[in-house]
């Protein structure tokens, strides 16, 4: 028999699967789990944005969109990046509706990588960044940050890093998992020295409209950064449309033009559908997204003040739907944590070393769950800590 593994790509097969999913298929098997796990809303997409998407259906708008998508899901997200942070992109050449902004990501790194080219991604992070750096070619070049620091990464902690190969920096905030959000301070220290060294930053922001007592600042509204910076959004977290599959860039339109050619080979256009529900949802979404955020707001003190009466440490989240606590009162490494946690309490966490090593010592606790359900999971873990701290 033929042995196949000579066909496989070497740059592919260094590629670890994900670390998220292991512990949820195991939970997937098991009874009366609950998950803080998967980073995905419990919130049913808010009914306006379905009729949309049906009435699409009905109306039969079941063809391809342009490449680029909806001229007038464009124009709106054009208005409503202008809105909220008077930032200015021509809905026609500068931005770009994909399928999720994992399609985006992966879109900006090919568009701009050659091979060898190194990009800074800060740590822990999603998990998808350095795959999708290493699937274009690139070197992921991760820059750890620390609880100290509210894990914000800091721009003498940027400049260090650079080499003549560094190409670009990769920014996820508000972040996951760590629930940090960048202060427009750091952000304009980060900003001149992109400047300085003639880079390209990459800034998924797709959490944007989940932050807490604190403003959301859009990398290129900054001064000088809009012709250096390719912006990823969606409506996936917010809107509850994780499986709508949508997402956009916008950016300079040479390098938006670069991102469309790729999507042109590979996707042809976002689903049709889908796009429909998006448009929806920036038309009529407002109360139905400040209703979601109230909640994840009550369900983010709970979290937090539960977890460091426990005794998991934790900094306060300003963004996102996670708490990303230290488990070292227990002595338990996170994956041991996770484990043991799974099958003594039926309780869901992801170890923070699938971000990253800066994530050792830390879980992911996702609050995107019933306010009820992480009060009966607080309880477990509790009841966890008082047998292992």
């Excluded at 997200?77 to 931005?95: C, F, M, R, V, W």
């Excluded at 020295?193 to 409209?209: A, G, N, T």
């Excluded at 976002?270 to 400040?290: D, F, K, N, R």
């Excluded at 609050?367 to 992480?374: G, R």
Aim: proline share 6%; with cysteine.
């Amino acid at each position: 028999m033929a042995r196949s593994h000579h066909f496989i790509s070497e740059r592919i097969s260094t590629v670890p699967p994900s670390g998220i999913r292991r512990f949820f298929d195991i939970a997937a098997t098991m009874d009366d789990v609950i998950s803080l796990g998967i980073g995905e809303p419990d919130f049913a997409t808010p009914e306006p944005f379905i009729e949309a998407g049906i009435e699409a259906l009905r109306r039969g708008e079941t063809h391809y969109t342009s490449n680029s998508g909806l001229m007038e899901l464009r124009r709106a997200i054009a208005e409503h990046l202008d809105k909220l942070y008077g930032q200015t992109y021509n809905p026609a050449s500068e931005i770009l509706i994909t399928v999720g902004v994992s399609e985006a990501l992966y879109l900006a790194c090919t568009a701009i990588l050659d091979p060898g080219d190194e990009v800074i991604i800060p740590e822990p992070c999603f998990v998808s960044y350095a795959p999708e750096v290493i699937f274009s070619g690139g070197v992921p070049l991760m820059l750890p940050t620390k609880a100290e620091n509210a894990w914000q990464v800091t721009a003498e902690d940027i400049e260090a890093a650079i080499s003549p190969r560094t190409k670009a920096i990769l920014l996820g905030y508000p972040n996951n998992p760590t629930g940090a959000v960048m202060s427009r301070e750091r952000l304009n220290q980060i900003a001149a020295v992109v400047k300085r060294h003639d880079l390209v930053v990459i800034s998924d922001e797709l959490y944007d409209q989940l932050v807490y007592d604190t403003e959301h600042v859009c990398f290129p509204s900054l001064p000088g950064m809009y012709s250096r910076t390719i912006l990823l959004m969606g409506f996936s977290k917010a809107q509850a449309m994780t499986g709508w599959r949508v997402g956009y860039a916008a950016g300079p339109a040479e390098i938006l033009s670069m991102m469309r050619l790729v999507h042109q080979y590979t996707i042809m256009s976002a689903p049709t559908v889908s796009q429909y529900a998006a448009l929806a949802s920036l038309q009529v979404g407002a109360p139905h997204i400040e209703e979601m955020r109230a909640e994840y707001d009550r369900r983010r003190r709970l979290i937090v003040s539960g977890l460091n009466e426990i005794g998991l440490t934790c900094i306060e989240p300003k963004g996102a739907f996670y708490a990303f606590p230290s488990i070292a009162i227990t002595g338990m490494n996170e994956v041991e944590f996770a484990e043991t946690l799974l099958d003594e309490e039926h309780v869901a966490v992801v170890p923070g070393s699938a971000f990253g090593n800066s994530g050792k010592g830390y879980v992911r606790c996702s609050y995107a769950t019933a306010y009820e359900q992480i009060e009966e999971a607080l309880e477990r873990l509790h009841r966890f800590v008082r047998r292992h701290g």
